[in-house]
Nanobody, 126 residues
């Protein structure tokens, strides 16, 4: 399994960014994928998840109404997106794509239910 993220960067408060995660190597076609973030000195926390079988989405309260998770599933690759609008300085963090979450969404949005992680992409809001 390989997860490759892209799309991070620096933006002013109120701006938007879209993160992408290209996932490959799965032997099954449906499951739960998500996005997590980790700010310096803080624990990793989930912000959004999607069940790829029926596109059901879930959001942490901190991002509800501002972030949108979606997917584009093809034969060989599944790409998961995180559209982030009205960004705030407190959204500054390293964002990680997560795949094969054992529970969708994970209880208390904790990271311990995730089987696979991407390398992370930095989002900075000033």
């Amino acid at each position: 399994v390989q997860l490759v993220e892209s799309g991070g960067g620096s933006v002013q408060a109120g701006g938007s960014l879209t993160l992408s995660c290209a996932a490959s190597g799965f032997t099954y076609t449906t499951g739960c994928m998500g996005w997590f973030r980790q700010a310096p000195g803080k624990e990793r926390e989930g912000v959004a998840a999607i069940y790829t079988g029926d596109d059901t989405t879930y959001y942490a309260d901190s991002v509800k109404g501002r972030f949108t998770i979606s997917q584009n599933n093809t034969k060989d690759k599944d790409t998961v997106y995180l559209q982030m609008n009205n960004l705030k300085p407190e959204d500054t963090a390293m964002y990680y794509c997560a795949a094969d979450l054992l529970v969708c969404p994970p209880p208390d949005w904790g990271p311990q239910y995730t089987a696979y992680w991407g390398q992370g992409t930095q989002v900075t809001v000033s």
